[in-house]
């Protein structure tokens, strides 16, 4: 899977940024969580912009966050991100 694929990477020194459903319940968030040199967590949730219809703004069906994984650094920061949407 993706996680995978990110954590081997990160081992070869790269750095990988992914944007993830906020699933904890599931298996691949423990791996990532355990990987990540950074996590943030977002409040409310994300919407994506329909480049069809611009003003048609689809919220994400569930809370998001961003894991980072880096080589270079060491530890785990973690992030709450308040996001600030136009209603």
Same mark, same amino acid.
């Given at each position: 899977n993706w996680v995978n /694929? #990110?954590?081997a %990477?990160?081992?070869?020194g790269a750095r990988i940024v992914m944007l &993830?459903?906020?699933?904890?319940d599931t298996r691949w968030f423990k /791996? #990532?969580?355990t %990987?990540?040199?950074e996590v943030r967590f977002y409040t409310g949730r &994300?919407?994506?912009i329909n480049p069809d219809n611009p003003g048609l703004n689809t919220p994400a069906p569930?809370?998001?966050?961003?894991f980072?994984?880096?080589a270079a650094r060491w530890g785990r920061a973690v992030t709450l991100c308040d996001i600030q949407l136009d209603r």
């Open positions: /694929k #990110a954590i %990477e990160k081992r070869k &993830l459903f906020a699933a904890t /791996k #990532a969580w %990987e990540a040199s &994300l919407r994506f569930k809370g998001s966050c961003v980072v994984f880096d």
